[in-house]
């Protein structure tokens, strides 16, 4: 023990260097615009998002999408409609009800080079999951240099009237966290470019 206390003792002080530390937080992002040839056009918001993720899931062949009834039934607002018989089971799955399960798993996607987008049929949800989006996904390229290629889709809001577990907002829970990028788009323009670039 005594030797090994004394190899501790003498290693050099650290020095905090703050530019490191946050490089070394989030991870470097080299964009790369896209810009498919299509018409300029009026789209719903949640028309948005699905473009945006059919454009993903064309553009990376290695992305797959999880979630709650997204497969044959196209999940709760319709988004994922007609992805099973475009993209096949197995990159469109459907999912049992365990958040936290279903967020280790798309990280474990990452770890195996692939992309993986969650959805969560409602933000509100999140907390059974948010062990590991604060304590993996945030810290992992922190920790050990690893891509989290996750993004968790938390629809919210709306006015749909959905009641005391399928309305809240709580998208601030995550925005003080070091390793997580937020980002709430108000428009369908916001909504595709933001999905399209996470």
């Known amino acids: 023990i005594k030797h090994n206390l004394d190899l501790a003792f003498t290693e050099n002080n650290v020095v905090f260097n703050e530019s490191n530390e946050l490089n070394d937080v989030f991870k470097y992002f080299d964009f790369h615009e896209f810009n498919p040839k299509t018409e300029e056009k009026e789209l719903r918001f949640v028309d948005a998002i699905s473009e945006g993720l059919k454009q993903s899931m064309q553009q990376h062949k290695y992305l797959v999408i999880l979630g709650q009834d997204i497969a044959e039934y196209g999940g709760v607002f319709k988004v994922t409609e007609g992805f099973v018989n475009q993209f096949g ?101 916001d909504a595709k470019g933001l999905l399209n670039t996470a």
């Open 89 to 189: 089971k197995e990159r469109i799955k459907n999912t049992p009800i365990c958040e936290s399960a279903i967020i280790e798993t798309a990280m474990g996607l990452s770890i195996a080079g692939m992309k993986a987008v969650v959805e969560l049929q409602f933000a509100d949800f999140i907390s059974s999951g948010f062990n590991p989006v604060v304590n993996y996904l945030a810290k992992s390229h922190y920790r050990w240099q690893q891509n989290a290629d996750v993004v968790l889709r938390m629809p919210c809001g709306a006015d749909v009237g959905a009641g005391p577990f399928h309305s809240q907002t709580n998208e601030a829970w995550f925005t003080k966290t070091p390793g997580l990028k937020v980002v709430y788009p108000a428009f369908p323009y």
